[in-house]
């Protein structure tokens, strides 16, 4: 019998810097061992595999993640299917920023995956900035993925002050139970020997939710709100989940965009998370942003243009559809 797959999430928060600190340990991983990334998404276009495409590991999207989606159908028939094609040595899993983690965990280490994976220490990074923020430290998703970090990352730590660096110091020390580390890091800097550490048994802070949730995903039910746009070559969808609002596009490979123009219109949004991978009169860029910025990219070719926006407000999607299109799309129906 072969031996399990080691597994580990790598949670947090939307725009923590998930997707760069996978990008950094894929760049650490051992030369003699096969590595996978399953990537659940809250959005329903898929922008995260693009964005890793080019690390030369196997990337496995499901896209439109929510609280229930990480225990649909969809994410273990993705999970089946990366274990079985490619018989990885380990196994990264990034779920959507709004997802809980214990429902992950839960099917990860229940009985149909007990021989087949190794379940080792989650990390979660955080925003040190959010900490201050009544809007984070009370929504429940934020709140269990703090609950269930071995490891808890303060990302982003060259943005600090000397007064967010304390707070983050502080916040650790009421953790109970203690985490086995927790450490501040910039640019995604994870250490890859974090990995190995082991997972500890952890408790939900709203196990009630996962419970009512479960129960609902098994009766088909679907707290997201779809709608969408659809002409040839040309698909924008919308979803909704956790208070979230998300919106994404995907757009033949055959439309070009004026860079400087979708920059400049991106730029000036003032929104939670922009990300994706787009054909432009300059090649193909890739952008990866969230409140506190985050530029463009030089990026593979594609198949398709891709573009995720998400905001925890309302957006208009019809008028961020007409700005698209102006930044070289075709016009609008």
């Excluded at 920023?97 to 379940?119: K, N, S, W």
């Excluded at 974090?194 to 419970?211: I, S, T, V, Y």
């Amino acid at each position: 019998m072969s031996e399990p797959i080691a597994v580990n999430l790598i949670t947090g928060f939307l725009g923590v810097g998930k997707t760069t600190a996978i990008r950094h340990l894929l760049t650490h991983r051992p030369p003699d061992q096969r590595w996978a990334v399953l990537v659940n998404e809250f959005g329903e276009i898929g922008v995260d595999g693009a964005l890793l495409e080019d690390t030369g590991v196997t990337v496995t999207e499901v896209p439109g993640g929510c609280v229930c989606c990480v225990s649909s159908q969809a994410f273990t028939v993705g999970l089946n299917r990366l274990i079985r094609e490619q018989r990885p040595d380990r196994i990264l899993i990034e779920p959507t920023g709004l997802g809980h983690p214990a429902q992950i965990l839960a099917t990860l280490e229940g009985p149909f995956y007990r021989q087949v994976l190794d379940v080792r220490a989650t990390l979660t990074l955080l925003d040190a900035r959010h900490l201050a923020s009544s809007r984070h430290r009370a929504h429940p998703t934020w709140q269990d993925q703090i609950h269930l970090a071995d490891v808890l990352v303060a990302s982003k730590a060259d943005l600090y002050s000397d007064t967010e660096h304390e707070a983050f110091a502080a916040f650790v020390a009421t953790q109970q139970p203690a985490k086995t580390r927790a450490a501040l890091v910039a640019h995604g800097r994870l250490n890859p020997a974090w990995l190995d550490l082991p997972r500890q048994p952890r408790q939900a802070a709203f196990p009630e939710a996962h419970a009512f949730l479960a129960a609902q995903s098994h009766d088909h039910d679907h707290p997201h709100g779809h709608a969408g746009a659809e002409h040839r070559d040309w698909l924008m969808l919308e979803g909704r989940g956790d208070a979230y609002l998300s919106i994404g596009w995907r757009i033949g490979a055959d439309q070009r965009f004026d860079a400087d123009r979708l920059e400049t219109w991106l730029g000036g949004l003032n929104v939670d998370r922009i990300k994706g991978v787009l054909h432009t009169d300059q090649g193909w860029r890739a952008i990866n942003r969230s409140d506190d910025g985050g530029g463009w990219q030089p990026a593979q070719t594609r198949n398709d243009s891709r573009l995720e926006i998400i905001h925890h407000a309302e957006l208009d999607a019809a008028a961020l559809d007409r700005a698209l299109r102006a930044c070289g799309g075709p016009p609008s129906k």
